[in-house]
Nanobody, 128 residues
């Protein structure tokens, strides 16, 4: 059984930092494409970062590029998202997801992506 469990969300002032972590069970993070998505009510759910070591891929949505860093810990089987220089527009529910590997390699991060598994989400709130 595959499970993705996020942690690390919370409230922070603009300019601050948070680190999200996704604990993965049932899948090996080093052999799967995993990503972080965010959702604001009424705006849908969009990918902000992806990592696929087997495909030599790490990429980011333009809005977070240079501020967010995705990484994986193979020993802990986790995927983390370090978020720096946070803005009020970063306020959202953040989800960890296992992405179909074919989509990871053939579609841009801004395209609709087929998701195999979702986590339950963790809220990030950035105040001005």
């Amino acid at each position: 059984q595959v499970q993705l469990v996020e942690s690390g969300g919370g409230s922070v002032q603009a300019g601050g930092s948070l680190r999200l972590s996704c604990a993965v069970s049932g899948r090996n993070v080093s052999r799967n494409c995993l990503g972080w998505f965010r959702e604001v009510p009424g705006n849908g759910r969009w990918a902000v970062a992806r990592i696929y070591s087997a495909g030599n891929l790490i990429d980011y949505d333009d809005f977070v590029k240079g501020r967010f860093t995705i990484s994986q810990d193979n020993a802990k089987n986790t995927v983390d998202l370090q978020m720096n220089s946070l803005k009020p527009d970063d306020t959202a529910m953040y989800y960890c997801a296992a992405i179909w590997s074919y989509d990871c390699l053939s579609r841009s991060i801004s395209s609709p992506l087929e998701i195999n598994y979702w986590g339950q989400g963790t809220q990030v709130t950035v105040s001005s």
